[in-house]
């Protein structure tokens, strides 16, 4: 069936490799979010895969076909794939529904056929009363889903979407991150999907590509991207992580702010400069000294906001790092106060780059 | 629904390589043949041996120095009074809340079909020094000898180009604050911008491209400009570049020198080009895309009625002025004597259209040469302007160039460029109406190129792309989608090039035989008899022909008159 596969796929503009040997392959009914700060070459990966853009080096499968090379690049059109595009590219010229069937009159369906999945598909993204409508007429959310309507209508092995939710405010664009999720669970297209919002990624994808710099920084389910970044850059670019610089004392302990400090993750060679991660929420705080000294570390409160769910704490160890931490909120420590933070040995994660 | 995927649709071959392939070759052939003659004949002798004489010649004699001075006066002089009288009234029109805004832009619009040797011929009616209406009506007012205004003159001819060159800017210049949204203002309104701020930061930056392009459009009209000048500045005894060209294809030719002298316009335009390019810089111009509501015009209170009075005081000049003129003098047994009901006649009618047996071949071959030369050139100009906006091929650039360098070439050096290339085998059009068709097509192309580049920049590529992910080829999506949305831009071409072609003088005068004769040249040789009145007839037969097709490709039905309303959200 339609995997797609890219095989050190390079786009080079002049001599800026804007997308650089990026492998990747995704199987058949997966999705993928292509996640990563605007720059990183996702939208030009994506294009690549479209067929809008050939590579300057590399190889795309679709399947068993090869679809882009060097040598030879098949024109979108011959790829069986939909997009779902950033400006919706809704024709303003056509109504809803010349916009929807406009794919499968090029695949010259009867009108039977093409009345019969017309109908179902407005049934499914709930347009109906907007058929003989013109996109101009429509507002963002509406626009957005004949936008879906029309990709997913001439059902294609593959689904491209081009930061589709980021024109929508933001109680729909959470609508419309499950409708996304669950038109996919429905269909089961391989589908790409590029995004810059962590927690769009967290909550659609199947596998996560975390891309900086053309390049593939780390690649996961939402589960490993998050609880177990490898980076220096996925562990800040996703949720909110301390990074602590330290030395290490050997394979799993490194030395920070006078304390001594017990990591999993990557394995550590003693007297490196070493660099390890810790989520906010899971540091502790307390005003007394903690029974056992493993993994406690001294610090001052420098400001702490009460966030209505929790509390969200500044404080300074004593090599003048700033960490911040977010803590249940009961545990209430004016500005000030010398306190006490356990850093739990399991969720603090050396990072290999 | 179930988990069948469809097939996608069959691969058929593409043909679009092919396709735009042919299209450059055609491009080539038009524009590249009958510079290259132009080329060997500025770079040689009669003998065909390759010097540099003929440059020398052009840089040391003063009888070729002084039109060049000349002319870079006339050609600057117009563009700033067209920016300066067109930018206001296009934003008036566009933007504000003053009466009467279809009246005006319908009468710039006039002025824009007027062919300017038809101008100047009027102006000849209205301000000739002696016979001139203006200047008797001055004498009889004030007892004075000498005359207000002498049309044969550096300021007269100035002020006669300008006349029907500003239309230009104010077509890009209205457009381009049409399709602003209002919303880019509000937005500088709200961030505290006071009127006059938001004019200056973002209402002027943003039509600041099509103010730009419709200046050196104007400058290069101004400057390639045969008709006006062999009117009004051969009596007055100096030369433009144009005039002075023309006279060197005069017997005895001198084919070598003319080629050469139209090098620097060349050089000149393509310096232009790129200071435009470096001008607009990479900035984004596309506005469309998101959802944007009409423009909220600006309310002039107290001052609608003087900037009505401001936009018709101006277009008193290329308009009302000049038509009164024309129709006076059709009506009229004397052409400038103020005609009354007792002495008005329909002499001059009856003799253009019965007795002057050069009319009606020139009517007919004016009206085919139109039409198919707008067909043509719209689908040309549509497909190379289609290719440099989105980059299909590598050599986009080149094509752009071809399509814009015939700017650069007077009308009559291509008119002789084309006499070169077509009066020896294998191609001998001589003698035929398509030597004209080649001549019209290539002259028009530049302004329909501009026009069609600066509609696709408005379209976001992603319009396309969204088809052909569907599965339609290039050439499908470009029918389908891109079309459609460049309905209006193409019927504007089409019209356009329609009007290009009944203005067209300069190469025609070289190229026409007594069976290929137009109506431009028609009126010319009129001009040269003396025969005023009948010019009047003739010239308004020719805006009733204008406007007739006008309105025609306006209701053709594909074009969809109500499709306006679909489009107002877009």
């Known amino acids: 069936m339609a995997s797609v596969d890219l095989r050190g796929l390079t786009k080079r503009f002049g001599s800026l490799a804007v997308v650089d040997k990026v492998s990747l392959k995704i199987n058949h009914g997966q999705l993928v979010c292509l996640l990563g700060p605007s720059g990183c070459g996702k939208t030009t990966t994506l294009r690549l895969i479209a067929g809008f853009l050939e590579p300057s080096d590399g190889e795309i499968h679709v399947g068993d076909r090869l679809v882009s090379s060097r040598a030879r690049t098949l024109p979108p059109e011959q790829r069986n794939m939909s997009m779902i595009f950033q400006s919706y590219a809704l024709w303003p010229h056509m109504t809803v529904t010349e916009n929807i069937v406009y794919g499968l009159r090029l695949r010259k369906l009867d009108r039977d056929t093409i009345a019969k999945k017309l109908a179902a598909i407005l049934a499914t993204t709930k347009l109906e009363a907007l058929a003989q409508r013109y996109p101009g007429e429509l507002s963002g959310g509406q626009q957005q889903r004949v936008a879906l309507a029309r990709a997913l209508i001439v059902e294609p092995e593959t689904l491209l979407l081009d930061e589709p939710l980021s024109n929508l405010d933001a109680n729909l664009r959470e609508e419309m991150r499950f409708e996304i999720r669950r038109l996919h669970d429905e269909y089961r297209y391989t589908t790409v999907y590029v995004t810059h919002d962590q927690s769009e990624a967290m909550t659609t994808a199947d596998l996560i590509a975390v891309m900086n710099g053309g390049k593939i920084d780390q690649l996961g389910t939402p589960e490993?991207?998050?609880a177990r970044p490898e980076s220096e850059f996925v562990a800040r670019f996703i949720g909110a992580s301390n990074v602590i610089k330290g030395t290490a004392r050997d394979g799993n302990h490194v030395a920070f702010a006078g304390a001594t400090l017990k990591v999993v993750g990557a394995p550590l060679t003693a007297g490196q400069d070493?660099?390890?991660?810790?989520?906010?929420?899971?540091?502790?705080?307390?005003?007394?000294?903690?029974?056992?000294?493993?993994n406690a570390i001294k610090a001052v409160v420098t400001r702490q906001v009460y966030l209505g769910a929790a509390r969200d704490y500044m404080v300074e160890v004593a090599d003048g790092t700033s960490l911040r931490a977010t803590t249940p909120t009961e545990t209430n420590v004016q500005k000030g106060s010398e306190i006490w933070l356990t850093l739990p040995p399991e969720r603090c994660r050396a990072l290999s780059r | 629904m179930t988990i069948t995927t469809t097939d996608a649709p069959k691969s058929r071959i593409d043909l679009t390589r092919p396709v735009l392939w042919l299209f450059a070759a055609f491009m080539i052939v038009l524009i590249v043949l009958p510079l290259s003659w132009l080329m060997v004949y500025a770079f040689t002798d009669k003998a065909r041996h390759p010097t540099l004489q003929n440059f020398v010649t052009l840089f040391t004699d003063p009888s070729f120095l002084d039109p060049l001075l000349t002319t870079a006066i006339i050609a600057t002089t117009s563009a700033v009074i067209c920016c300066i009288v067109a930018a206001p009234i296009g934003w008036l029109v566009s933007r504000t809340d003053m009466p009467g805004r279809q009246i005006i832009r319908a009468l710039v619009t006039a002025s824009f079909v007027t062919p300017p040797f038809l101008g100047a011929v009027a102006w000849e009616l209205l301000a000739a020094p002696n016979s001139g209406m203006l200047n008797q009506l001055y004498r009889y007012l004030t007892g004075a000898e000498d005359p207000l205004f002498d049309i044969y003159s550096l300021t007269g001819l100035i002020f006669v180009i300008s006349c029907y060159t500003f239309p230009f800017v104010f077509v890009l210049v209205a457009n381009a604050l049409d399709n602003m949204p209002g919303e880019l203002e509000d937005a500088s309104a709200i961030l505290g911008g006071k009127a006059w701020t938001t004019a200056r930061r973002v209402t002027i930056p943003l039509a600041l491209p099509a103010l730009v392009a419709g200046a050196l459009i104007a400058f290069l009209q101004a400057m390639t400009l045969f008709g006006s000048p062999a009117i009004l500045a051969l009596p007055a005894g100096f030369h433009t570049m144009t005039t002075k060209i023309w006279s060197l294809f005069q017997y005895p030719p001198k084919l070598e020198l003319a080629a050469a002298a139209a090098v620097p316009l060349l050089l000149l335009t393509i310096l232009l080009l790129q200071g435009q390019k470096f001008l607009l810089g990479r900035r984004g111009f596309s506005v469309v895309g998101g959802k944007y509501g009409a423009p909220r015009p600006v309310e002039m209170k107290g001052w609608r009625w003087a900037a009505l009075?401001?936009?018709?005081?101006?277009?008193?000049?290329?308009?009302?002025?000049?038509?009164?003129?024309?129709?006076?003098?059709?009506?009229?047994?004397?052409?400038?004597?103020?005609v009354t009901p007792s002495t008005a006649t329909l002499h001059n009618i009856v003799f253009v259209f019965t007795e002057l047996s050069s009319t009606q071949l020139a009517l007919k071959n004016t009206v085919i040469l139109g039409a198919s030369t707008a067909t043509i050139g719209t689908i040309l100009a549509l497909v190379v302007a289609y290719v440099t906006t989105r980059r299909v091929i590598a050599s986009h650039r080149l094509l752009g160039f071809l399509a814009t360098a015939p700017v650069a070439v007077p009308g009559i050096v291509l008119g002789v460029g084309l006499f070169l290339s077509y009066t020896r085998p294998p191609f001998v059009l001589y003698g035929t109406l398509?030597?004209?068709?080649?001549?019209?097509?290539?002259?028009n192309l530049p302004s329909a190129y501009q026009q069609l580049q600066a509609a696709f920049a408005t379209i976001?590529?992603?319009?396309e792309d969204?088809?052909?992910?569907?599965?339609?080829?290039?050439?499908?999506?470009?029918?389908?989608?891109?079309?459609?949305?460049?309905?209006?831009?193409?019927?504007a071409t089409w019209c356009f090039i329609f009007i290009g072609v009944m203005r067209e003088l300069s190469a025609a005068i070289v190229l026409f035989t007594s069976q290929t004769k137009v109506l431009s040249v028609l009126i010319y040789d009129l001009n040269e008899s003396g025969d005023l009145a009948a010019i009047s007839v003739l010239g308004i037969a020719m805006l009733v022909i204008t406007f007739a097709v006008v309105l025609a490709v306006n209701r053709i039905p594909m074009f969809g008159g109500g499709a306006g309303a679909r489009l107002r959200n877009s």
């Open chain 1, 224 to 226: 490993d991207i998050y």
């Open chain 1, 274 to 294: 070493a660099v390890v991660a810790i989520r906010q929420h899971d540091i502790g705080l307390s005003t007394q000294a903690p029974a056992s000294p493993e």
């Open chain 2, 309 to 338: 009075a401001f936009c018709l005081f101006v277009l008193l000049n290329p308009v009302f002025l000049p038509y009164f003129a024309l129709l006076n003098a059709a009506f009229s047994p004397n052409a400038t004597t103020l």
């Open chain 2, 434 to 443: 398509w030597i004209l068709l080649l001549a019209f097509l290539t002259i």
């Open chain 2, 460 to 463: 976001h590529p992603e319009l």
């Open chain 2, 466 to 491: 969204a088809s052909r992910i569907l599965g339609a080829t290039r050439l499908q999506s470009l029918r389908q989608i891109t079309a459609p949305l460049l309905r209006t831009g193409v019927i």
